[in-house]
């Protein structure tokens, strides 16, 4: 069974620093290309991060370019997204997804919240 | 970057009947657009992929349909466990984007 099993988020003060973690089971971890989604409260899905399953390559979402990096350890089978410079804005439950092509998600861990306050 | 747009926002439907939520592409996609379902406190879940190929354990009820810049989700009868709510999202383009989404609800 695949699992995608996030951990890492907090309350943060702004201006701060976190770094997410999503353990992954159940399947060839680095075989797969995979996402982090957010989803500020009340919201809809935003799309963060892309790492292909070689890390390259890599891309970003304009809302967090430069201050999200996200990264991965297939010998771990653990997906990270180290962020920096929290802001308000960056509220939200953040999942992990695995993305069998590069597009489409078809498995998403429970998500993880980080809240930043205002 | 490509919007999305679901319409819809909110639907309320019967049990029993049919519902059809529309999505579409400020720009053309081909085929290559998503369907989630998400309930509440519940992670998304993939439901339709390629448009309209349905993903594992969604029975044959549902079914997508379009390409191009126009897409739909039917719904055939709806059951009590299919009120949530159902997001598009095209992969053709970076950045990949979400719809704002499409509330089902009991009527």
């Known amino acids: 069974e695949v699992q995608l099993v996030e951990s890492g988020g907090g309350l943060i003060q702004p201006g701060g620093s976190l770094r997410l973690s999503c353990a992954a089971s159940g399947f060839t971890f680095s075989s797969y290309n995979m996402n982090w989604v957010r989803q500020a409260p009340g919201k809809g899905l935003e799309w963060v991060s892309y790492?292909?399953?070689?890390?390259?390559?890599?891309y970003y979402a304009d809302s967090v370019k430069g201050r999200f990096t996200i990264s991965r350890d297939n010998a771990k089978n653990s997906l990270y997204l180290h962020m920096n410079s929290l802001r308000a804005e960056d509220t939200a439950v953040y999942y992990c997804?695995?993305?069998?092509?590069?597009?489409?998600?078809?498995?998403w861990g429970q998500g993880t919240l980080v809240t930043v306050p205002s | 970057e490509i919007v999305m747009t679901q319409s819809p926002g909110t639907l309320s439907v019967s049990p029993g009947e049919r519902a059809t939520l529309s999505c579409r592409a400020s720009q053309s996609v081909n085929s290559n657009l998503a369907w989630y379902q998400q309930k509440p406190g519940r992670a998304p879940r993939l439901l339709i992929y390629g448009a309209s190929t349905r993903a594992t354990g969604f029975p044959v009820r549902f079914s997508g349909s379009g390409s191009g810049t126009e897409f739909t989700l039917t719904i055939s009868s709806l059951q009590s466990e299919d009120f949530a709510v159902y997001y598009c999202?095209?992969?053709?383009?970076?950045?990949?984007?979400f719809g704002q989404g499409t509330k089902l609800e009991i009527k």
């Open positions: 790492i292909s399953s070689s890390s390259s390559p890599i």
């Open positions: 999202q095209q992969y053709n383009n970076w950045p990949q984007t």
């Open positions: 997804a695995r993305s069998p092509w590069g597009g489409y998600d078809d498995s």
